[in-house]
């Protein structure tokens, strides 16, 4: 059965936000699935996943504002969330063949360097 964008980016997005299962992140992912983000960069499924094994995103929550689908791709609106951190993030999901192909993850990094986090709008 196909899987639409939204479908892969929702797995992603509840598979993350439960940190401590990052290794199965991997499942959804095309092996030469590139990240980029404020802090960091990387071209291959394995070494993404493989970092966020290593330091996974513990203690964080979202809530979507907005979704915006076409034909392969799917962009989440939503509002980030860990102890003394809130701030708007826009994730972009591009996906070929029934797994994730492509991510970029869009945010003012200026919320996580503030002491003690900083809410944005």
Not at 3 to 27: R, T, V, Y
Not at 33 to 50: I, K, L, M, Q, R
Request: hydrophobic share 40%.
């Amino acid at each position: 059965m196909k899987k639409s964008p939204i479908d892969l980016a929702m797995a992603w997005m509840e598979i993350f936000f439960h940190g401590e299962n990052c290794g199965q992140l991997i499942s959804l992912m095309a092996p030469g699935c590139t990240f980029a983000g404020p802090f960091a960069h990387f071209d291959s499924a394995n070494e993404y996943v493989d970092s966020l094994v290593a330091d996974p995103p513990l203690e964080c929550s979202y809530e979507i504002l907005e979704i915006v689908e076409s034909q392969n791709t799917v962009v989440l609106f939503y509002r980030f969330t860990k102890p003394g951190i809130s701030t708007i993030m826009a994730q972009y999901f591009r996906t070929d063949d029934d797994l994730i192909s492509e991510i970029r993850l869009v945010f003012d990094k200026e919320a996580f360097s503030q002491p003690g986090g900083k809410t944005m709008a």
